[in-house]
């Protein structure tokens, strides 16, 4: 198994940047494959990044304004976001999986808590 606890969620302006980590502990983080997801309210929730093996991928609305990343040796997990909309408004959540669909969210196995982040314009 392995816990996963999201930080640096908090309230930006429109055009403004968060930096998102997901600490990992438990089993070997770097056996895992990750990615982001998020909820906005009353919406369901969404893929927004992976990471599989070397290759990122990206929901295709956040190209060119999000990067996700790992440190493997710290356990943890990264989500750059810059430019931020308010429609990215959202509790946004890491996850873990031993395998299926990156940006199926019944693919993964580990979900952390979730961080909420508001942006306003």
């Known amino acids: 198994q392995v816990q996963l606890v999201e930080s640096g969620g908090g309230l930006v302006q429109a055009g403004g940047s968060l930096r998102l980590s997901c600490a990992a502990s438990?089993?070997?983080?770097?056996?895992?494959?990750v990615g982001w997801f998020r909820q906005a309210p009353g919406k369901e929730r969404e893929f927004v990044a992976a990471i599989v093996g070397i290759s990122t991928f990206y929901a295709n609305s956040l190209k060119g304004r999000f990067t996700i990343s790992r440190d493997n040796a710290k356990n943890m997990l990264y989500l750059q976001m810059n430019s931020l909309k308010v429609e990215d408004t959202a509790v946004y959540y890491c996850?873990?999986?031993?395998?299926?669909?990156?940006?199926?969210?019944?693919?993964?196995?580990?979900w952390g808590q979730g961080t909420q982040v508001t942006v306003s314009s």
């Open positions: 996850a873990a999986r031993n395998s299926g669909t990156y940006y199926y969210t019944s693919s993964y196995d580990y």
């Open positions: 438990g089993r070997t983080f770097s056996s895992f494959r």
